[in-house]
């Protein structure tokens, strides 16, 4: 699998269970190029999951594991998860 592919395989994962069968995948298949070079060096991994936590915070992901969140590396959010953010916040003031 090329870099790009690598990486759009692993983004389709939704937690922790279907990143490690999709990393087995992956490895199946073969790697042109080095995984920790595409995934980790890159930030792709902590960018993925970390949206785990924004999927978890929102109420829509229920089953990371407690533990798992204190190995991720915690980035600060884009402007688009601000935004969300303030807009949920604005939305429970005026109920």
């Given at each position: 699998?090329?870099?790009?592919?690598?990486?759009?395989?692993?983004?389709t994962s939704r937690n922790e269970e279907?990143?490690?069968?999709?990393?087995?995948?992956?490895?199946?298949?073969?790697?042109?190029?080095?995984?920790?070079?595409?995934?980790?060096?890159?930030?792709?991994?902590?960018?993925?999951?970390?949206?785990?936590?924004?999927?978890?915070?929102?109420?829509l992901l229920k089953d990371l594991t407690?533990?798992?969140?204190?190995?991720?590396?915690?980035?600060?959010?884009?402007?688009?998860?601000?935004?969300?953010?303030?807009?949920?916040?604005?939305?429970?003031?005026?109920?």
């Amino acid at each position: 699998m090329s870099p790009a592919e690598v990486i759009a395989y692993m983004q389709t994962s939704r937690n922790e269970e279907e990143w490690n069968k999709n990393y087995d995948e992956v490895c199946k298949r073969g790697i042109n190029g080095n995984w920790w070079e595409i995934m980790m060096m890159s930030g792709i991994a902590n960018k993925i999951r970390q949206g785990w936590l924004g999927l978890m915070a929102k109420g829509l992901l229920k089953d990371l594991t407690p533990g798992y969140v204190n190995n991720i590396e915690l980035l600060p959010p884009d402007e688009a998860e601000i935004e969300a953010i303030k807009a949920e916040r604005n939305a429970k003031r005026t109920q």
